[in-house]
């Protein structure tokens, strides 16, 4: 019964990681067209995925230890490989291409978290020089000279080239 419970527990989480996918797409485009209540919901079912896979995990692991498997993991030190190399050699062989889908998937995912990470960076970047632009921060020339004369002719309100 467990070995049918880890095989389906694998394709539950892949099924898992195949949303997640969606979901990170789905906030990039939340990111570029700047639409923060989307992304506050975005996050959420993000959370609610992480949870979902973490409790997948413990449950992988149950059902080892339900099989006698030794294998010193816990939530935080969960790895897939490891799960797969404790496996009797028969249930490895029908795991396998689930388990090489998982890799795929997983490098898929932190591509796109690499982008979207990316997206918020430069976006966060130009609100920052918007917003020295407009308060005159940054490298902003100075107001008066040395012989404590205004610098420039008159006032300024922006202070460089945009």
């Keep these: 019964m467990e070995t049918a419970s880890i095989e389906t527990l694998f394709h539950e989480k892949l099924m898992l990681y195949r949303e997640l996918v969606e979901i990170l797409n789905e906030e990039k485009e939340r990111i570029?067209?700047?639409?923060?209540?989307?992304l506050w919901r975005v996050s959420e079912k993000k959370q609610a995925i992480a949870a979902h896979i973490e409790d997948i995990r413990g449950?992988?692991?149950?059902?080892?230890?339900?099989?006698?498997?030794?294998?010193?993991?816990?939530?935080?030190?969960?790895?897939?490989?490891?799960?797969?190399?404790?496996l009797p050699q028969e249930q490895r062989k029908r795991l396998t291409n689930v388990h090489?889908?998982?890799?795929?998937?997983?490098k898929e995912i932190n591509s796109i978290s690499g982008d979207n990470k990316h997206y918020i960076e430069s976006y966060l970047s130009m609100l920052d020089d918007l917003i020295a632009v407009l308060t005159g921060g940054g490298n902003s020339p100075p107001t008066y000279s040395n012989n404590r004369k205004a610098a420039t002719a008159g006032p300024s309100v922006l202070h460089r080239e945009v």
Excluded: W
């Excluded at 570029?32 to 989307?38: N, P």
């Excluded at 889908?101 to 997983?106: A, D, F, V």
């Design 100 to 106: 090489i889908s998982l890799i795929s998937i997983k």
């Design 32 to 38: 570029i067209h700047a639409d923060t209540d989307a």
């Design 59 to 86: 449950r992988i692991l149950d059902a080892l230890s339900g099989q006698g498997i030794h294998h010193d993991m816990n939530g935080l030190n969960y790895q897939a490989s490891k799960v797969m190399s404790l």
